[in-house]
């Protein structure tokens, strides 16, 4: 079984900045891609930004300039740096992977972490 667990999710004012931390365990041979997604209230679960596994990255058009991706392969985790937060940035923050674990390859998702933007 593999899992995934986000964590550093808060209340933070406008223009302000949180790390997201996304850590996957179990039984893993590999992670390929890795991404956060995120789900406001009343709306559809959107991708906020995505990683391969060799580094290139994509962001929504609402983040860009603004988050950052990041990740450990050696670690198996993600990140994700949120600065010049905004209002509607406010959301259930999803992390996700695809995970060769055995033969089979899947994604995953994390239970999500909450970031409210406020003031």
């Known amino acids: 079984q593999v899992q995934l667990v986000e964590s550093g999710g808060g209340l933070v004012q406008p223009g302000g900045s949180l790390r997201l931390s996304c850590a996957a365990s179990g039984s893993i041979f590999s992670i390929y891609a890795m991404g956060w997604y995120r789900q406001a209230p009343g709306k559809q679960r959107e991708l906020v930004a995505h990683i391969t596994t060799g580094g290139s990255t994509n962001y929504a058009d609402s983040v860009k300039g603004r988050f950052t991706i990041s990740r450990e392969n050696a670690k198996n985790m993600v990140y994700l740096q949120m600065n010049s937060l905004k209002p509607e940035d406010t959301a259930v923050y999803y992390c996700?992977?695809?995970?060769?674990?055995?033969?089979?390859?899947?994604?995953?998702w994390g239970q999500g972490t909450q970031v409210t933007v406020s003031s």
């Open positions: 996700n992977a695809d995970v060769l674990s055995g033969s089979r390859l899947a994604p995953h």
